[in-house]
């Protein structure tokens, strides 16, 4: 299970993550939602450690994560998709992934030390590493560089490498925005997929509402870098203070509109 515990981050003056406390279980999606600004990013940036915490702390199965950097929580299971900083330009998608699931436990225990099992590993290796490519959908872009793949293809890429690392908790952070109508399922596709496995801890920022309603377990509301609302789909998405955080309408507005109705 992943726990935070009042985390927070000050940016100067500004709190953009405010003692926020929440549970996420294994065999669980939860669903990030909010208004733009609202500090989702950020609450994943330091449950990462992409981001250094001013209060509060991270749990992973009972074992604090606060204070470790971000290649140890990887290590811990915590899955982030990668950047495309994180990625290798000039090496090809095969090669990128290949590295990324050497660079996992399984991968390292692979490795041999004689030249033949050396050969043998590494075809091992690029097996996984095509395998993952085709739940992706990426095979026909094996070998172009990742410098010349368009948008698209660079964010398939970075969930291609989050499976290769085969994390106990997976964050998602807006996976299909900027995606095509023929991209976006592939990437719902294998986020379901996750999910019918009942034992990873699944976390998605998402805006499109029709996504969330058919994939969320659970759904948490961020506002103002404060944790305003938490629950079943159904119960958040009517909750007033969702409407109000998430859809914008304000109070009075919903109320007059009411009001409107009645008369
Ligand atoms: N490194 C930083 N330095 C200063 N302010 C920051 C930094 N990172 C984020 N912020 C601020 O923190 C707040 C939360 O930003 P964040 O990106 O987490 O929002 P978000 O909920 O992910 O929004 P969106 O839906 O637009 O992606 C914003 O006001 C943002 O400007
Ligand atoms: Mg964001």
């Given amino acids: 299970m992943l726990q935070t515990k009042g985390l927070t981050v000050r940016f100067g003056g500004h709190v953009a993550v405010n003692a926020v406390s929440c549970r996420f279980e294994p065999g669980t999606l939860t669903a990030i939602v909010g208004p733009n600004g609202a500090g989702k ?51 090809t998608v095969l090669e990128n992934v290949r590295l ?99 034992t990873k801890t699944i976390l998605l920022v998402e805006h499109k509402m029709d996504v969330v309603r058919e994939l969320a377990d659970r759904i948490i509301v961020l506002h103002n870098g404060q944790l305003v609302a938490e629950g079943e789909p159904s119960e958040v998405m009517a909750s007033a203070v969702v409407q109000e955080a998430y859809l914008g309408a304000k109070p009075a507005a919903l109320s007059s509109a009411k009001q409107e109705s009645v008369v």
Avoid at 45 to 62: H, K, R
Avoid at 65 to 77: C, D, E, I, P, Y
Wanted: aromatic share 6%; proline share 5%; hydrophobic share 40%.
């Fill in 100 to 198: 990324a699931v050497q660079a996992t436990e399984e991968g390292a225990h692979l490795r041999g030390l004689n030249l033949w099992s050396i050969w043998q590993d590494h075809t091992k290796l690029i097996q996984q590493a095509q395998d993952i490519l085709h739940q992706v959908s990426m095979l026909p872009q094996a070998n172009a560089t990742v410098a010349s793949l368009p948008h698209g293809d660079q964010r398939k890429l970075e969930v291609a490498l989050l499976m290769a690392l085969q994390p106990s908790v997976y964050m998602f952070d807006e996976p299909t925005a900027g995606m095509s109508q023929d991209e976006a399922p592939v990437i719902l596709n294998l986020i379901r997929q996750l999910k019918s496995d009942k």
């Fill in 41 to 91: 990013t950020t609450y994943f940036n330091l449950i990462s450690g992409q981001v250094p915490a001013s209060e509060g702390s991270v749990y992973l199965d009972g074992h604090e994560l606060t204070g470790m950097s971000v290649s140890a929580r990887t290590r811990s299971g915590l899955g982030r998709a990668f950047q495309l900083t994180n990625l290798f330009p000039n090496l």
